[in-house]
Structure formats: structure tokens, C-alpha cells
């Protein structure tokens, strides 16, 4: 017999719930239908028989006092009091059994509702705050009542004092009578008489419950039977329910569990062995020999995941070329050591590597060669840290290291080495027949000093450059009379300012200057240029990049005027139906990386158009590298522009095969054209560009004069001056203002 756990669940469910719902709720309508109506003649019963007792004790408690009113001694004490304290004490005790059985104190008091004596043993109340016309109770609390009525002369009927006494009306009820619809012991006066006076007594003042009738106890007793049937009537069921669960579903599940735990442990397991239920359920029988057939492949899987994540961390966090640690590892360390130091007071050395003269040996032996002498360098740096170090390729020819807990002069052993293993490296064999040089800076900074730990990079390139000056050592430490020694180009503040704008955007801007169409006459695209705000002065241009290449940040800053480029496309800075343009420089151009730093641009691509700006020498010197990012960038929809052409290379055969859209001439050789002689060689160049497809941009256009020419010369787009400078605002200019310049 197999069936489905669903199918085991719904019969017993089934069975059960039906067996409980229909002699519960048979049970429960039989017993509230009898309880309401006894219930109902029951408390009719007990107020009826509570009245009439309410009614007895009312008229007793009325004769009594009248009776004890009309005593002569009484009559004595209201006429001369001087004796009231003795005969309250003595004589009135013996003469206490006229109230003895309905009263616990009384007192006597004068016309004016005043006691006749203040006695400490007396409970009553010295003045009567209200004076009974007849007899008028007061509700003091539950448990205690007071009951007073007027006394008159028995000559002129005159009220000649009052006579109030102590009561407990329920103890009265109790003892007085007898009852049988409801329970002496919780009756009781209600609480909202207290404080309250009333002429007599009514029903409405008490409250009670009624004594239990012999066919509610039956009831109770017939619903207890009941109860007890439908308790056996469910745990028997449920026991058995319990057992076939265990038996069908909870031992297997456990062999499950318990052959899981195997699976985890051993890749070999035998199944064979494996008990079997006589009630099985088919889904269990499925999952235990799924998971049996299931697990080496799942194991293989693992095994060949694992593998393939660990080669793609290593390919992401490691230098294709060299094997060490790049830029991207670079940065995860430096984030990682901010943090963990920025509350510690750790030495911090951060050491700085770049090749000397290495532009010359990629230009005088190659690539190939330039490429193994990286690699060596990369490998002698190495091979001198201590455990636990490691060497980080940061682009190019710049490598860098941390090293914690350093001072400056284990920091300077450690370089030093460094510069030992390359000297006794034999470079002959990688095709390199001249020494290899090494410049390194040193920079520190004391766990606990954020700025300090933000200022390492900058500072210890501006060491490393240090050492590249003539007789300088090849390992110079930073300190302040390196940037008071530079000319301005690494002052700290400038440095400084430089880096916190790349950094945290701190007063960078973008300017933007229009790049006017000339075949619709309108403004086709705004390009971007990096500006910077500090103390209210803009740093020149020269400035900023002279401090940029100087500090090896292109790529940072191309990272931060992409970041503040989108910046100001999601706020709608750059006006409709336009694009925009930004420069990049060599070093990102050829990091594969470019793809992903872009990626956030992406979405603007649909709505404006957006040009990328390449210099000839970024993609001739990696053309293949930088010919395939460029490629995959225009499949997204980017525009690419080699700009400057004609200050480097400008090679027709490199032009022919780069993967660009635009080609935008140099302002020299566009100011050029003024020169008739020139201007025959370059209209040849631009018909010959033009011919296979690229669109032309003419840079430096200041007047008319030399508009005309460029017009005739065949350029489609045109920038400089006479359209408009760069501002922090794009200008928008009109049709009609741009027709004034063109000539008739």
C-alpha cells in the first residue's frame, strides 16, 4: 500500500476532525439551550424570594427602633444628657436586648442632629449630616449601613432628638432568613449604593447568585460524561494517527536525514542496506533515491565550481602579466587597512616602484621585451618581502607595497633589497642587454591619522620622483622639502587639492563647450572639460594634469569625471537632442576595466548621444588591446573620437584599422589652414579621412576668417572660441545666432 503523504494527512484529518465537530456541537447546543432556561427560572425565583425577605427585615428593623424610640429612659436622656455617657455604658448595656439582635452601636443625638456625648467607643457619627423626616437609611459601605429615624415627645408629638443605629443588612438577611434560590454567602450590597440615603429597602440594592439547581448540576455532570467521550474519542485516534505517522513518515524522514549527513561526509555510499517500511510513501521513496543518484553529480559539480571560482577570484585580483596582485587587489587592501588601522596606532610604510626610462625600452627593443622586464621586476620584488607581504602591479611599469609595522629604516632595508634582487637579475636573458633601473618612494603615516593614511599614495610618489632626479639615491623617504623643492608642480596644497577633487569630488567640475554641426547649423554635442574649485579660484588646467601624470592618476581621474558626468546627465544639465563628449586617457583606454567604469553611462546612451575621446598615442601604442574595448564600447552605443590627430603619429595605415567614428584635427593643424601651403596637404588629408566614412570635428576655430576655410576644406563639425568658451553651463545656441557666422 503506497500513497501520498497528502493523501495520509487528508483521510485521518478527516476522519477526526468530522467524529469532534459533530458531537461537539451537538453536545454544546444541547447544554446552552438547558443552562440559559434554568438559569433564566432560577434568578426569577431568587429575586422574587430576595425581595420578600428584603421587605421582612426592612419592617423589623423599622419596629425595633420605633419600639427602642418610644423607651421612656430614651425620652429621659433626650431631656437632660448629663448622664448619657453612664447609662450608654452601663445601663443601656443591660437594657440592650430590645436591638440586640439587629443593631451593632447606636446613638442618640439632639433636635439639631447632634450627638448627645462624643464617646470613643461609638462608631456613629457626632453630627448627622442629613436629619430623617422618618426613617432614612445610609449606605456607608457594603458591610456597613446606618439607619436613623426621628424620636417625638410623647406630650406635644414634637421631634424631641434623633436615633441612629449601626446595621449590616446582609448579616440581617443571613441570619433572619432562610433561602433557597440563591446563596447567603455571596450576597452582598452593591457598590453603588455607597455614600448614597434611602427612605427604605428595595431588591435593587443587593447582589447575589443563585444557588445551583439539581438540573444544572445534572448538566454539568452529563457534559462532563461528555467531555470525557470526545477526549477518548480524540486522543485515541490521535495515538493512532501519532504511530502510523512515525511509522509512515517520521522514520523515514530520519533514515533521510541520516543518510544526508553520510552523503555530506563520504562520496561512496551504499544504499543497499537501507530498512523498508511496510506503509511507504511514494514522494519520500523518490527523494531518498534521487539524492542517492543524485549526489556525485552534485559532488562533481561542487568540486568543479569551486574550482572555476577560485580561478575567476584569482584572474579578478591578480596581474595577467606578472601573476602578482593588481590594481583591483590594490584597492581592496587599501580600503581594508583604512579601516582596520583608522583606530590603532600601527606604522604604515607604503613603498613605491617605477622603471626608469621604461617608454625608451618599449620603443628601442618592443613590447615583448618591455613585457618580461615587467615581469622580471615584478618577480625580484618578490622574491625580497618578508612572509606574508605582497607586491601589487599597479599599471604600467608602477608596482607597490604595504608594509605594517614598519619603520622608515627596516622600510628602507626592505626597498633596498628589492633593488639588490634586481641588480643581480640577468635581464640578458629576456633580450635586455642594459641594466634595468629602479626609482622608489617611501611614504609613512601612524595608524589612527586618516589624512595621514589618505596621503600615503600621493606623497610617496612624489619620493619616487624624487629619486629619479639626477644624483639623487634610487630610495628617498618623503618629506616636506620635496614638494618645497618641485616649483609648485607638487606643492602639498596643490597635490593635495588634486587628489581630494579626484578622491571625493571635492570641487570638481565640468565645463562644457559646444561642438557646433555644420551641415544643420545647430549644436550637435557639448564637450566636457575638467575644471577644479578651490578657494574660490579655478586651478588651471596645466596645473591639474601636470600634478595628474605626475601622480600616476589618469585612471582615477577619468573615474571621477565619468562619476560626475552622470552626475550632471541625471540632472538634466545637458540640453536635449545634444550629447556629450569626455576625454580618456591612455592608461584607461587599454585597462579592461573600462568596460565596467563606463557601464553607468550606458543608459543615457538611448536619449543623447555620447562621444569618447581617444588620443592617437593611447590606442597606436596598445592598438590591439585598446581596438577591442574601443569595438565592444561602440556595440553599446558609444561614440568614438580620436581626438588631436595630427600632433602624434598620424599614420593613415593605423587610422584605417582603429575602431573610431570621429577624427577630430589638432588646433595646430587646423590654424594651419591660415598657411596656403598647408592648407593643400591637409584638404587632401580631410577628402582621403572623409572618403571612408569618418566624420570630421575642426578644433580652435576663433574667427570667421578661419571658418570659411574649414568649411571649404570639408569639415562637418566645428569648435573653438567663436561658438563659445567652456562653462559650467551648456549654452544653448540658437540657429539664427549661429548663421551670423557662416558666410553668405
Same mark, same amino acid.
Given at each position: ?22 458531537? =461537539? ?100 457619627? +457626632? ?218 596606532? +600601527? ?112 606623497? =610617496?610618489?612624489?619620493?619616487?620622483? =624624487? ?278
Amino acid at each position: 500500500m503506497s500513497l501520498t503523504i497528502r493523501q495520509y494527512a487528508l483521510l485521518f484529518a478527516l476522519v477526526t476532525i468530522g467524529m469532534i465537530v459533530i458531537f =461537539a456541537l451537538q453536545s454544546w447546543s444541547e447544554f446552552t439551550s438547558t443552562r440559559e432556561n434554568i438559569s433564566h427560572s432560577q434568578e426569577q425565583a431568587a429575586s422574587r424570594e430576595l425581595k420578600q425577605k428584603v421587605s421582612q427585615v426592612n419592617s423589623e428593623i423599622a419596629n425595633k427602633t420605633r419600639e427602642f424610640s418610644q423607651w421612656e429612659e430614651v425620652h429621659q436622656q433626650l431631656s437632660n444628657s448629663n448622664f448619657f455617657s453612664y447609662w450608654y455604658s452601663l445601663r443601656l448595656k443591660q437594657a440592650s436586648h430590645k436591638l440586640q439582635r439587629i443593631v451593632t452601636d447606636l446613638m442618640l443625638y439632639d433636635p439639631s442632629g447632634k450627638a448627645l456625648a462624643e464617646l470613643s467607643e461609638n462608631s456613629l457619627p +457626632v453630627q448627622l449630616e442629613r436629619l430623617p423626616e422618618q426613617g432614612l437609611y445610609y449606605f456607608e459601605s457594603p458591610d456597613q449601613q446606618i439607619y436613623s429615624l426621628p424620636i417625638h415627645s410623647s406630650v406635644d408629638q414634637q421631634i424631641s432628638g434623633y436615633l441612629a443605629v449601626r446595621i449590616n443588612l446582609t448579616r440581617l438577611l443571613i441570619e433572619n432568613s432562610s433561602f433557597y434560590y440563591l446563596q447567603p454567602e455571596k450576597l452582598l450590597v452593591t457598590d453603588k449604593k455607597t455614600g448614597t440615603y434611602s427612605d427604605s429597602l428595595s431588591r435593587d440594592f443587593f447582589l447575589f447568585e443563585t444557588v445551583p439547581t439539581p438540573e444544572i448540576q445534572y448538566l454539568e455532570k452529563q457534559l462532563y460524561a461528555s467531555i470525557q467521550k470526545l477526549i477518548l474519542l480524540v486522543i485515541i485516534p490521535m495515538m493512532v494517527l501519532y504511530a502510523m505517522l512515525v511509522y509512515i513518515v517520521t522514520v523515514p524522514i530520519n533514515g533521510i536525514t541520516q543518510f544526508i549527513s553520510r552523503l555530506r561526509n563520504s562520496r561512496e555510499i551504499d544504499n543497499s542496506s537501507e530498512s523498508k517500511n511496510f506503509f511507504q510513501v511514494r514522494e519520500l521513496n523518490e527523494v531518498y533515491n534521487s539524492l542517492f543518484h543524485y549526489h556525485s553529480d552534485l559532488y562533481d559539480t561542487h568540486a568543479v565550481l569551486d574550482q572555476k571560482n577560485k580561478a575567476l577570484w584569482e584572474q579578478a585580483h591578480h596581474d595577467a602579466l606578472t601573476g602578482v596582485f593588481n590594481r583591483r587587489a590594490f584597492d581592496d587592501q587599501w580600503q581594508n587597512l583604512n579601516d582596520l588601522l583608522s583606530e590603532q596606532r +600601527v606604522h604604515v610604510s607604503f613603498l613605491l616602484f617605477d622603471i626608469n626610462l621604461f617608454k625608451s625600452i618599449n620603443d628601442t627593443h618592443g613590447h615583448q621585451v618591455g613585457d618580461e622586464v615587467i615581469k622580471a621586476i615584478a618577480q625580484c620584488i618578490s622574491y625580497a618581502l618578508r612572509k606574508g607581504e605582497h607586491v601589487f602591479r599597479l599599471g604600467g611599469d608602477e608596482f607597490a607595497i604595504f608594509l605594517i609595522d614598519t619603520t622608515a629604516p627596516a622600510a628602507v632595508e626592505i626597498a633596498q633589497r628589492c633593488l639588490d634582487e634586481i641588480a643581480a637579475f640577468n635581464f640578458a636573458a629576456v633580450d635586455m642587454p642594459e641594466p634595468v633601473r629602479v626609482s622608489i618612494g617611501i611614504s609613512q603615516a601612524q595608524g589612527g591619522d586618516k589624512n595621514a593614511f589618505e596621503d600615503l599614495h600621493w606623497q =610617496a610618489d612624489a619620493a619616487m620622483y =624624487a629619486a629619479k632626479r639626477p644624483g639623487a639615491s634610487d630610495i628617498v623617504i618623503y618629506s616636506d622639502e620635496i614638494t618645497q623643492g618641485s616649483k609648485g608642480l607638487l606643492s602639498s596644497w596643490l597635490s593635495n587639492t588634486v587628489y581630494q577633487a579626484i578622491d571625493k569630488g571635492t570641487g570638481l567640475q565640468l565645463f562644457y563647450q559646444p561642438i557646433v554641426d555644420f551641415r544643420d547649423n545647430r549644436v550637435s554635442y557639448y564637450e566636457a572639460l575638467v575644471r577644479i574649485i578651490a578657494n574660490g579660484e579655478m586651478i588651471s588646467p596645466g596645473s591639474i594634469f601636470n600634478v595628474v601624470e605626475a601622480r600616476r592618476f589618469e585612471i582615477e581621474l577619468d573615474q571621477a569625471v565619468i562619476r560626475q558626468l552622470e552626475k550632471d546627465l541625471e540632472a538634466g544639465k545637458i540640453p536635449e537632442d545634444t550629447g556629450v563628449s569626455l576625454n580618456l586617457s591612455a592608461q584607461t583606454v587599454t585597462r579592461a576595466e573600462i568596460l565596467d567604469w563606463l557601464q553607468p553611462l550606458q543608459r543615457f546612451t538611448d536619449k543623447q548621444k555620447i562621444v569618447l575621446e581617444v588620443t592617437e598615442t593611447a590606442v597606436i601604442d596598445e592598438l590591439g588591446r585598446a581596438s577591442a574595448y574601443l569595438e565592444k564600447l561602440r556595440e553599446t552605443q558609444f561614440v568614438i573620437a580620436l581626438d588631436d590627430f595630427g600632433s602624434g603619429f598620424s599614420s593613415i595605415k593605423h587610422l584605417a584599422s582603429m575602431p573610431v567614428d570621429i577624427v577630430k584635427f589638432d588646433i595646430t593643424i587646423v590654424q594651419g589652414l591660415l598657411d596656403e601651403s598647408q592648407r593643400v596637404m591637409v584638404s587632401g588629408l580631410a577628402q582621403m579621412i572623409s572618403e571612408v566614412g569618418h566624420v570630421l570635428v575642426a578644433e580652435g576655430i576663433e574667427d570667421t576668417e578661419l571658418l570659411e576655410i574649414v568649411l571649404q576644406t570639408g569639415f562637418h563639425f566645428g569648435q573653438g572660441f567663436l561658438f563659445g568658451r567652456a562653462e559650467a553651463e551648456p549654452a544653448l545656441i540658437p540657429s539664427e545666432k549661429l548663421l551670423e557666422y557662416f558666410p553668405s
